[in-house]
């Protein structure tokens, strides 16, 4: 992660991954087809073409499962579930911050909605939170939670950050316990900005919410998101770290966007 973070700094070119799993021959053998192809490239002479990666294909929403709520105000758009007009029951829910964009909205929900339908997570909620600081947030997930039917308690809440709103998400896993796992997604945090906001953590409590981070190995954001791993980990604070290729833009999130879900999913019910 050190040598990665020095050759972004002096600008050397490199590809840099972090997939699932330990020291082990099949985490290898997972990553070996890229890098023949990236081998392959070098050989001739020609930059790499990138990574074999499975493009996820985002399904057709039906119209109500997107919902506008007035919100003190403020529109907020919400993803439910294809059973949500036609059940009373009440579901998990990701509060997502930093996506803004309908186009970029639709395409993150058509993708839960794809592994709900497959079974592959259960059944839950996404709202696109505005832009907000900490206290505003809070204030606004308290008026969605009488106008959505949500499942009560901690447990049952996950919060995302995309960009430069996951520093303001990273700062909601402070003190109280509100949300059982969290996800940072192409963050725009710089190592300096990330120790300063865990020197006034308390670690226990941090350790008691399961965190994702899903960062791009090139990009602005790069030195950052490792540095972040390193401190969680010096910090023995269990959390899963990816590193894909990309430069963390807004079409980048869907490649790594199943992976996170199945871990909020899990936590959702352990």
């Known amino acids: 992660e050190m040598l990665h973070i020095l050759m972004h700094s002096y600008d050397v070119p490199h590809q840099y991954r972090v997939i699932d799993g330990g020291h082990s021959f099949r985490v290898w053998q997972a990553a070996l087809p890229d890098a023949l192809r990236f081998i392959s490239d070098a050989f001739k002479g020609k930059p790499y073409r990138g990574d074999l990666m499975d493009s996820p294909a985002a399904g057709q929403l039906l119209n109500e499962q997107m919902m506008v709520l007035n919100t003190g105000g403020e529109h907020v758009f919400a993803f439910v579930p294809d059973d949500y007009q036609v059940s009373d029951r009440k579901y998990p829910v990701i509060y997502f911050a930093g996506i803004t964009g309908q186009e ?160 909020i999913s899990i936590r959702f019910h352990r």
């Open 104 to 263: 970029q909205m639709a395409s993150v929900s058509s993708l839960l909605d794809r592994e709900i339908r497959a079974g592959k997570v259960t059944p839950m909620l996404m709202v696109f939170l505005p832009a907000k600081d900490e206290a505003g947030i809070m204030t606004l997930i308290d008026q969605l939670e009488k106008q959505l039917r949500i499942r009560p308690g901690y447990r049952f809440r996950s919060v995302a950050g995309y960009g430069k709103s996951a520093e303001t998400t990273l700062r909601l896993l402070n003190g109280e316990m509100r949300f059982s796992s969290c996800l940072l997604t192409g963050a725009v945090m710089s190592g300096a900005e990330a120790a300063e906001i865990f020197s006034s953590f308390e670690v226990e409590k941090l350790k008691r919410t399961s965190l994702f981070i899903d960062a791009p190995d090139d990009g602005c954001c790069a030195e950052g998101n490792g540095e972040l791993h390193m401190m969680l980990r010096d910090m023995e604070v269990n959390h899963e770290y990816r590193v894909r290729q990309g430069s963390g833009d807004g079409g980048w999130i869907s490649g790594g966007f199943g992976e996170a879900i199945n871990m």
